[in-house]
């Protein structure tokens, strides 16, 4: 009897497990908000509160009076939109019946900017005053001799016209203004025949226009 030794046991295989690598985390960096400061040079070529000399020349047309002059006046601009202009002035000429004149207006103006802020500038102006002058000798109806006499307006104008703001200091203008006005001097100043019918009348109305310039030297 042959008795055969037990097979030796077999031994399972090894199985190694492989662990997954561990997930790859990426970390997002945080956004950095950075803040650029630029510094702005504002060049203003009208300031909030100015003060000017203004000088003018024009010419003063009616259908009964042409003369030609100039003026001065000095300016208050309190804020951009807004001037006052407190002047007075020296024109002389003739008047429809060629006796030689000359007037002194002293008026005082309220001036409106629409676009202070650019360079040039359109502007609306209204005002009142008196002016003084007087109206040289003359032949009336080639009959009346007419000595000369002192005459005294008061009235107000209106008018529109553009500024262009060459600098901060400096700025040229040019404007037409439209008045009325009564002589109030005493007496009748106008005297016209007409289909034989005398009128006299002491109201006068023109127009006047004027080139300017003008010399800001206060800026706050």
Same mark, same amino acid.
């Given at each position: 009897?042959?008795?055969?030794?037990?097979?030796?046991?077999?031994?399972? #295989?090894?199985?190694?497990?492989?662990?997954?690598?561990?997930?790859?985390?990426?970390?997002?960096?945080?956004?950095?908000?950075?803040?650029?400061?630029? !510094?702005?040079?504002?060049?203003?070529?009208?300031?909030?509160?100015?003060?000017?000399?203004?000088?003018?020349?024009?010419?003063?047309?009616?259908?009964?009076?042409?003369?030609?002059?100039?003026?001065?006046? /000095?300016?208050?601009?309190? @804020?951009?939109?807004?001037?006052?202009?407190?002047? @007075?002035?020296?024109?002389?000429?003739?008047?429809?019946?060629?006796?030689?004149?000359?007037? @002194?207006?002293?008026?005082? &103006?309220?001036?409106?900017?629409?676009? #202070?802020?650019?360079?040039?500038?359109?502007?609306?102006?209204?005002?009142?005053?008196?002016?003084?002058?007087?109206?040289?000798?003359?032949?009336? /109806?080639?009959? &009346?001799?007419?000595?000369?006499?002192?005459?005294?307006?008061?009235?107000?104008?209106?008018?529109?016209?553009?500024?262009?703001?060459?600098?901060?200091?400096?700025?040229?203008?040019?404007?037409?203004?439209?008045?009325?006005?009564?002589?109030?001097?005493?007496?009748?100043?106008?005297?016209?025949?007409?289909?034989?019918? *005398?009128?006299?009348?002491?109201? !006068?109305?023109?127009?006047?226009?004027?080139?300017?310039? *003008? /010399?800001?030297?206060?800026?706050?």
């Amino acid at each position: 009897v042959v008795v055969q030794p037990p097979p030796p046991p077999v031994q399972p #295989p090894v199985v190694y497990v492989q662990q997954p690598p561990p997930p790859v985390i990426v970390a997002q960096p945080q956004p950095q908000v950075v803040t650029v400061q630029r !510094s702005r040079v504002v060049y203003d070529l009208v300031p909030a509160f100015d003060m000017g000399l203004h000088l003018q020349i024009g010419g003063l047309f009616s259908d009964r009076i042409g003369m030609g002059g100039g003026g001065a006046a /000095f300016r208050i601009r309190p @804020m951009e939109h807004l001037a006052i202009d407190i002047g @007075m002035g020296i024109y002389g000429g003739q008047d429809y019946q060629g006796a030689d004149r000359w007037e @002194m207006p002293i008026v005082a &103006d309220i001036i409106v900017f629409f676009n #202070p802020g650019d360079r040039l500038q359109v502007y609306a102006l209204a005002g009142g005053g008196m002016s003084f002058g007087q109206q040289g000798s003359y032949t009336r /109806f080639d009959r &009346d001799f007419i000595p000369s006499r002192d005459l005294a307006y008061a009235g107000g104008e209106a008018g529109l016209g553009v500024e262009w703001r060459i600098g901060r200091h400096f700025a040229l203008n040019l404007d037409v203004r439209a008045f009325l006005r009564e002589q109030v001097g005493g007496g009748v100043e106008f005297t016209e025949i007409q289909d034989g019918i *005398t009128r006299s009348t002491n109201t !006068s109305t023109g127009v006047y226009g004027n080139l300017g310039m *003008t /010399f800001y030297f206060v800026g706050l």
